[in-house]
């Protein structure tokens, strides 16, 4: 009962309103009263006060509507009750009259309260509704935009898919689920084919295994390349190089990769003959020096031969002289043989023994040049590599370090085993500086794109670029420092990561 008569909830009216409003109920109730007092006499003295207690419940609260009780009562006995304005003597039948109409008037303000609570509930319900129909409304409004908007761009996609000169495709990472013509062209496949093909038979096997890792990785939100180059099979069985980038979309409702595709299958032809190019020309260079450190032994043997014939009693120490230096043009031939010489895979190798090479190449050539080399080569730089294209770039390193240095000066090279600060993977650095004339900033914007060269009588412009091209298929990375000003001078650092322990680490997890 006690809670029955606390305030539930907001009032319909403030409170110094709700309680007017029971003072004017309970006047008037007497008023009304005192005006019909000659009719009523001494009967139904409650007449009137009983629906004042119902009006003041029902617009104030029970707390008005108890004021409005006590008040009547006392103004009833006081007024309208024999022996009338006296409150101190109550008969029998008074009393139980009061009793009566406090019992009467407390259930109408308990059933009033209870009928408030009632309404202010089915209020509350009703605006809950009112602003669930309203939310609902807004979404179904929103959800026809979006879908009106989603078709929209449905459409947009496909008229550009259609005409655009570059393949689109989007995969659900087993099976293609939409191609353009493009697709069709680059591939030689029809658009039923490739929807009903398996579309990782169709990348080359060389990069199969790379692309669906990739892939594998993109569907799990892994970190991988938005774009890089690799190879598929044509229809008709060729090779064709692509331009890869892709993203991952919601299309029809589930995850999938849009892809994005050209054919660069002609510049790549076009690059790998530029690299020939070069080959040749760093063959043709190797070739001068090798010739030039052949012919000083060479030249000893003469001399030795001519000593042998005018001095007979010295010839066995000659021959054993001329015999070192046909060692030497031995030894050097050996080491020349397999300089540039190409290998399909990988293989693992000592990149320290690939730069004493190098260097030992170029010994004399520095030397002439009067060119002091320091070096701090670490015994453990062995790694999965090309050896071949990993001497060109070595030599095409030294050599333009001796160009630099036309007046002499200090080359040094550095290789160690370190840990690359940026991607975390364990590697070698290899640090070729040189105190020459410097690069400038012009030249530095350059000096990586093809035919550039400062050497327009004897160089093609190709070998920093070649080099860039077999750091990048290294999987490395190339930078370069260099000033022209009071220190000057110039320092490439090329760092090589470990693969094979990559892909241990991708293994095991």
Same mark, same amino acid.
């Given at each position: 009962?006690?809670? /029955? ?48 207690? =119902? ?23 006081? /007024? ?80 550009? =898919? ?32 490739? /929807? ?214 200090? /080359? ?98």
């Amino acid at each position: 009962m006690e809670r /029955l008569f606390e305030n539930p909830g907001s009032p319909r009216y403030g409170t110094p309103a709700r309680y007017a409003v029971a003072v004017l109920a309970l006047g008037l109730a007497t008023a009304a009263r005192w005006a019909m007092d000659g009719y009523f006499g001494d009967l139904l003295p409650f007449v009137f006060y009983v629906p004042a207690v =119902a009006f003041a419940a029902y617009l104030g609260g029970s707390g008005p509507a108890i004021l409005t009780m006590v008040g009547s009562l006392v103004l009833a006995n006081y /007024l309208f009750v024999h022996p009338r304005y006296e409150l101190v003597e109550f008969t029998l039948p008074a009393v139980v009259r009061s009793i009566a109409y406090l019992l009467a008037t407390a259930t109408i303000v308990v059933v009033t309260e209870m009928m408030r609570r009632a309404n202010r509930k089915a209020e509350a319900l009703a605006r809950l509704a009112d602003e669930e129909r309203r939310k609902l409304a807004e979404e179904m409004t929103e959800r026809r935009a979006r879908e009106n908007e989603l078709r929209t761009s449905e459409a947009k996609f496909r008229a550009v =898919a259609e005409t655009a000169g570059n393949a689109i495709y989007i995969h659900d990472g087993q099976r293609l689920v939409f191609v353009n013509p493009a697709a069709e062209q680059i591939t030689g496949y029809t658009r039923e084919e490739l /929807l009903q093909a398996d579309m990782w038979q169709m990348v080359h096997p060389e990069w199969r295994d790379r692309v669906m890792e990739n892939a594998r990785k993109r569907f799990k939100g892994e970190p991988c390349p938005q774009r890089y180059e690799y190879m598929i099979v044509h229809k008709d069985g060729s090779a064709r190089w692509l331009d890869f980038s892709a993203n991952l979309v919601e299309f029809e409702g589930r995850k999938c990769i849009l892809a994005t595709a050209f054919d660069v299958t002609e510049r790549k032809n076009a690059e790998a003959t530029l690299r020939k190019t070069e080959k040749l020309a760093a063959t043709g260079r190797l070739a001068a020096t090798i010739a030039h450190e052949i012919n000083n032994p060479l030249e000893a043997v003469t001399n030795l031969l001519y000593l042998m014939r005018t001095d007979p009693q010295n010839r066995d120490r000659y021959l054993e002289m001329a015999e070192q230096e046909l060692k030497r043009v031995a030894h050097l031939t050996k080491q020349t043989l397999g300089f540039y010489r190409d290998t399909s895979q990988r293989v693992r190798a000592d990149l320290a023994t690939l730069m004493e090479e190098v260097l030992g190449i170029y010994s004399a050539r520095l030397a002439q040049r009067r060119i002091a080399v320091e070096t701090r080569l670490d015994r453990s730089c062995d790694l999965e590599v090309f050896p071949g294209e990993l001497r060109q770039v070595f030599s095409n390193l030294v050599a333009n370090a001796g160009d630099a240095m036309l007046n002499g000066g200090r /080359l040094q090279v550095r290789l160690r085993r370190v840990r690359d600060h940026r991607t975390g993977l364990r590697g070698i650095r290899v640090t070729v500086a040189d105190n020459g004339t410097g690069i400038s900033p012009p030249v530095l914007r350059h000096m990586y794109e093809p035919f550039f060269t400062t050497k327009e009588e004897v160089g093609t412009g190709l070998g920093l670029w070649v080099t860039k091209g077999i750091v990048d298929k290294h999987d490395g990375r190339l930078r370069v420092r260099s000033s022209t000003g009071a220190r000057h001078g110039t320092v490439f650092t090329l760092f090589l990561p470990d693969v094979s322990q990559r892909r241990a680490g991708e293994a095991a997890a």
